[in-house]
């Protein structure tokens, strides 16, 4: 039997996946951070409730990737120290995120992480790693539909130029 045929919880990580792992817990604690900020600057209700479901994942991301890093004997990377929790109305509105803008943000980070997770499950030699990042891609694909919806809905989305006029096909 090879050294990876074994038991996949027995088997090594290789460097890559120990950095993928330390990494993406380090960036699911900015998440948390950041999307709790955006909590307080939102205004809508149903942002809010995706902003919830965005740090509920993350929290799982972390506990999970911190749980197989230091199975492996890696320390992970540092928690983020709590936001002091802050009032909507107590934020300058020229400070102040709009629902809008926020949205956006969320979007645009949902769909860099869905990239960083096929990357990862491309990478991994453990299949259990390469399962975990499954689950989150899968995961992160559902709340990017629901983002997308929310904003279609709202009237949040900014589409790019749209195709008005479509050319004529040649048959061949």
Known sequence: MSILGGNQKEEPLHYGEIYD??????????????????????????????????????????????????????????????????KLEDIPVGVRFPDQEIAAMIGAATAASLIACSQIMGKSTREDVGTLFGKYHATKAALGLKILHMCK???????PPLQTKRPELVEV
């Open 21 to 86: 792992l330390w990494q993406f817990s380090m960036v699911a604690k900015g998440c948390i951070s950041a999307n709790r900020a955006y909590q307080y600057h939102a205004g809508d209700k149903e942002l809010k409730k995706v902003l919830g479901d965005i740090i509920n994942q993350a929290e799982l991301e972390v506990s999970e990737c911190d749980a197989i890093l230091i199975n492996n004997g890696v320390v992970p990377s540092p928690a983020l120290p709590e936001r002091p929790e802050t």
């Open 153 to 159: 809905e709202k009237g949040w989305l900014i589409p």
